[in-house]
């Protein structure tokens, strides 16, 4: 098999507990791993170089081992390691060009806009994201029907700034969400307590409807809201 750049694989690359994930390896101690059933595949580190790889087999998506030439063994009991991708939450102004400083000194009745966000830095889909951002509904009143998220087909660039990032999630410019838990990546909920939406849910988190929300590779997904200062 091959991955996306054409670069030649030695071995069958899915294990049976999981359609989507599957690692392949190769020559010169080249590993790739998918996680979206083959579509991209993207490299992981190697603890050897120069070592052909013949085989790989995993337990599960957790535990798998490596076996090549000279005797080489390897294994890895967290999926040949972890990503993490940090979840950014701004405030700004309509118009603004940076970030509100923290903490936000705005008066009672003005508008301001939350934006979250998470750059996706690899070659790779990140599939399944979710995020659930509780609102203080003591400080803030949620602006009904005011969810726009970044545009699924072209996203801003992982390496873009926060400005840039601010403007791809504008009105027009990003896509208008409804609050409703829907067939939308993200909503607006009341789970009770005091009057009013408490709760902002990105992808399908548990026990709502939310579609799932995905990370296209060297992309940034964002979502912004506007709340009033109570
Ligand atoms: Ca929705």
Same mark, same amino acid.
Do not use: C
């Given at each position: ?11 069958? *690359? ?41 085989? +790989? ?5 957790? =535990? ?21 991708? *940090?979840? +950014? ?11 509100? *400083? ?26 399944? +994201? ?24 072209? *996203? ?28 939308? +990546? ?19 988190? =548990? ?24």
């Amino acid at each position: 098999m091959a991955d996306q750049t054409g670069r030649m694989f030695n071995s069958h *690359p899915f294990n049976s507990k999981d359609a989507n994930t599957g690692w392949a390896v190769g020559a010169s101690g080249a590993i790739i791993k998918t996680m979206n059933g083959g579509t991209l595949w993207f490299p992981q580190t190697s603890p050897v170089a120069g070592i052909l790889f013949t085989g +790989v087999h995993f337990t599960d998506t957790s =535990t798998g081992y490596i076996v090549g030439s000279g005797g080489t063994i390897l294994k890895t009991t967290d999926g040949g390691g972890t990503i993490s991708f *940090p979840i +950014v939450k701004q405030a700004w102004i309509a118009g603004g060009t940076a970030p509100l *400083p923290s903490p936000v000194l705005a008066g009672k009745g003005s508008t301001i806009i939350f934006l979250i966000y998470v750059k996706n830095t690899t070659a790779s889909l990140i599939a399944d +994201v979710r995020i659930n951002d509780a609102l203080d509904e003591t400080a803030f009143q949620y602006i009904a029907n005011s969810l726009i998220r970044t545009s699924a087909a072209s *996203p801003p660039a992982n390496t873009d700034t926060d400005l840039a990032i601010f403007n791809a999630s504008a009105a027009g410019t990003g896509t208008a969400l409804s609050d409703a838990v829907d067939g939308d +990546v993200a909503s607006a909920q009341d789970t009770g307590g005091i009057a009013g939406v408490d709760r902002i849910t990105v992808g399908a988190v =548990t026990a709502q409807a939310n579609a799932g929300a995905s990370v296209r590779w060297q992309s940034t997904f964002a979502l912004r809201f506007e709340v009033k200062i109570k």
